[in-house]
């Protein structure tokens, strides 16, 4: 079975610097995909980054990036000068390629102090 | 482009009864999927449709069901419901499946029940 670690279930940062959220899953599959997914208070997820498990290089959106660590099976969110609105939940989740059965970790609480 | 809409937004249900919520996915998506968030058990996948079939189950009883409809819109029932299904529910949709796709989710449908 596939799961999803989290260890971190709140964090804080200061506005403008970087903060890097953790996250382990466990599969036996080699095929795969990774995603941080956001949701703020308003409640809606809202999709942050994404990786294929066969790309051996990091996937970057603008100031969201990810350590992939694919024998240590390891996946971190690294978020570069952080903005007040970056404060939300954030989910780590992983699917196997050859179905839709996607896994998601406990989440962390990320706040974003001014 | 109208996103996810999830109706109704907030119901209120007591035990033994039986409740049916709505997905309008974003047009042209033809993949929906079904989410159960609770405080205890994090985000769970229910199921998955695509083109009016079940593609993709989560470990869920039978008293979870679900359908999609031609226009792809679909409906999530759960029938003699307890206390323990009181969560928010995410509807999210995509065009082909949840790996190869990002998923756009929905506001949600909170669910209490009495």
């Known amino acids: 079975a596939q799961t999803v670690t989290q260890s971190q279930p709140e964090m804080s940062v200061q506005e403008a610097e970087t903060v890097t959220l953790s996250c382990t899953y466990d599969?036996?599959?080699?095929?795969?995909?990774l995603f941080w997914y956001k949701q703020p208070p308003s409640r809606q997820m809202i999709l942050v980054i994404r990786?294929?498990?066969?790309?051996?290089q990091n996937a970057t959106e603008n100031r969201f990036s990810v350590n992939f660590q694919k024998a240590a099976k390891s996946f971190s969110l690294k978020i570069s000068d952080s903005q007040l609105g970056d404060t939300a939940m954030y989910f780590c989740?992983?699917?196997?390629?050859?179905?839709?059965?996607?896994?998601f970790g406990a989440g962390t609480r990320l706040t974003v102090k001014p | 482009k109208a996103g996810v809409t999830q109706t109704p937004r907030y119901l209120i249900k007591t035990r033994g009864q039986q409740v049916t919520l709505s997905c309008s996915p974003i047009?042209?998506?033809?993949?929906v999927s079904w989410y159960q968030q609770t405080p205890g058990q994090g985000l769970q996948f229910l199921f998955e449709?695509?083109?009016?079939?079940?593609?993709n189950k989560g470990n869920f009883p039978g008293r979870f069901s679900g359908r999609q409809f031609s226009n792809s819109r679909s409906e999530m029932n759960v029938s003699t419901l307890e206390l323990g299904d009181s969560a928010l529910y995410l509807c999210?949709?995509?065009?082909?499946?949840?790996?190869?796709?990002?998923?756009?989710f929905g506001d949600g449908t909170r669910l209490s029940i009495l």
């Open positions: 999210a949709s995509s065009l082909g499946g949840i790996s190869d796709q990002p998923q756009h």
């Open positions: 599969t036996s599959e080699n095929n795969y995909y």
């Open positions: 990786q294929e498990a066969y790309k051996q």
């Open positions: 989740a992983f699917t196997p390629a050859y179905n839709n059965d996607m896994r």
């Open positions: 047009s042209g998506h033809r993949s």
């Open positions: 449709y695509f083109s009016e079939t079940q593609r």
